[in-house]
């Protein structure tokens, strides 16, 4: 076999061979199956680790299969990032980036078949559960739901009362689980809110249509990441409890990326989407029209008139991946920083716009690491004086 040939053999039959392996086949007769010397089958199973784990299939498509690792080795050899492999394989970022850091071998190399054995060997072995194989203790959890108790309390009961006793303990999630499975009853077991279903959650996943022609990140132009040319901002609302206005109180905060300029929008009569257009396009003509290039938001609904605001005002308007804070990381840890001087669940209705600017003053005069301890201010002034206005 020449040199390097067992890696230049393509995936769809290596695939077959270790599917044959795991089917029972002895290694020489897989080899002869898919057409490869038993030398190669045998680098191939030495190299995923000797031992082949027995393969049930996925227990849910939340897990990577067989044929995603594959793609994700595929994807690394042909020097894709890590966010094109998720989205070649329909998973999360984290989940690739974790599958990687979790799975790859000791010398640092992602093999899809060895990855594939770490995390089978991982996977818990199904279990009978406690409260099907406990009437006693089935039945001391349906008591205490029916005296309002909630799981969380029902559990940390449990730990008091059985100590040393694990086959008596019960996390909140298990007992959760068995209500809503119908192991613990309809009537008597409903939980204190009244709900006998669990609500359904969309974790991570935006609501369709929920902003119109949304552009996302990675629309956005790559001079923003270089933070090189001043004029991209980022915004976010910091909310207070409910004021003069209807629902809850807000001032806008917006940072530029460069210099990390403040400036923060006076918002006294709420902020729902109309009211934030009309602030920010009044608001914000104080900037010059050179440095309104792009904004970046988060995906509430407050932002829902950004084609408007982006016709009056010169911005490109831009939106975060839904719950993800840290594509504004600048913006996140500037409103930490404003958090001193409105702190959370107060009434944000109260102050001015001679107040805000105040604190906006304030924290422009705030030198800052970033800056070489140069303040905001002073950051703005040396890209005037240099001429970086276009």
């Known amino acids: 076999m020449p040199r390097g040939g067992a890696n230049r053999v393509p995936s769809s039959i290596k695939r077959r061979y270790f599917e ?6 002895m290694g020489a007769a897989a080899a002869r199956a ?40 595929e994807g690394l050899a042909a020097g894709d990032s890590k966010k094109e492999i998720a989205s070649a394989i329909g998973k999360s970022f984290q989940t690739v980036y974790r599958e990687i850091s ?25 279990r009978s559960a406690k409260l099907e194989a406990d009437p006693d203790l089935r ?23 059985f100590p040393g006793r694990p086959g008596r303990k019960l996390c909140a999630e298990t007992i959760y689980r068995g209500l809503f499975a119908g192991l613990l009853g309809t009537r008597p077991g409903k939980l204190r809110t009244g709900r006998s279903r669990r609500k359904p959650h969309r974790r991570g996943v935006a609501v369709p249509n929920k902003i119109k022609n949304m552009k996302l990140l990675d629309q956005r132009p790559a001079e923003v990441d270089e933070r090189r040319v001043p004029g991209h901002w980022e915004g976010d609302l910091i909310i207070g409890k409910y004021g003069s206005a209807q629902g809850p109180s807000a001032i806008g905060t917006l940072v530029e990326r460069v210099t990390k300029f403040l400036i ?15 602030a920010l396009i009044a608001q914000t003509r104080i900037i010059p029209e050179s440095w309104r290039k792009t904004l970046t938001w988060d995906q509430g609904r407050e932002m829902s008139m950004h084609e408007q605001t982006a016709t009056a005002t010169g911005f490109d308007v831009y939106f975060c991946d839904p719950h993800s804070p840290w594509q504004r990381g600048l913006n996140e840890n500037t409103n930490g920083m404003i958090r001193q001087y409105f702190p959370k669940r107060t009434d944000l209705s109260v102050h001015t716009a001679q107040d805000l600017q ?12 970033t800056l070489a301890d140069k ?16």
């Open 358 to 369: 105040s604190v906006a003053d304030a924290l422009n005069r705030r030198p800052r690491l």
């Open 375 to 390: 303040t905001p201010h002073e950051a703005v002034r040396t890209l005037l004086i240099n001429g970086f206005t276009s």
């Open 264 to 278: 923060l929008i006076h918002l006294p009569d709420g902020y729902k989407a109309p009211k934030l257009r009309d």
């Open 139 to 161: 039945e001391m959890v349906r008591t205490k739901l029916a005296d309002r108790w909630s799981p969380q309390q029902i559990s940390r009961f449990l730990t008091r009362t």
């Open 102 to 126: 979790r799975n790859s071998k000791p010398d640092g190399r992602y093999q899809p078949w060895w990855a594939h054995n770490r995390a089978l060997e991982r996977r818990g072995r199904p």
């Open 34 to 73: 898919v057409g490869v010397s038993t030398s190669c089958g045998s680098v191939w199973f030495l190299d995923a680790g000797g031992v082949l784990v027995p393969d049930p299939g996925p227990i849910s498509d939340r897990f990577l299969d067989q044929n995603d690792r594959i793609a994700i080795a």
């Open 20 to 25: 044959l392996i795991r089917s029972g086949y």
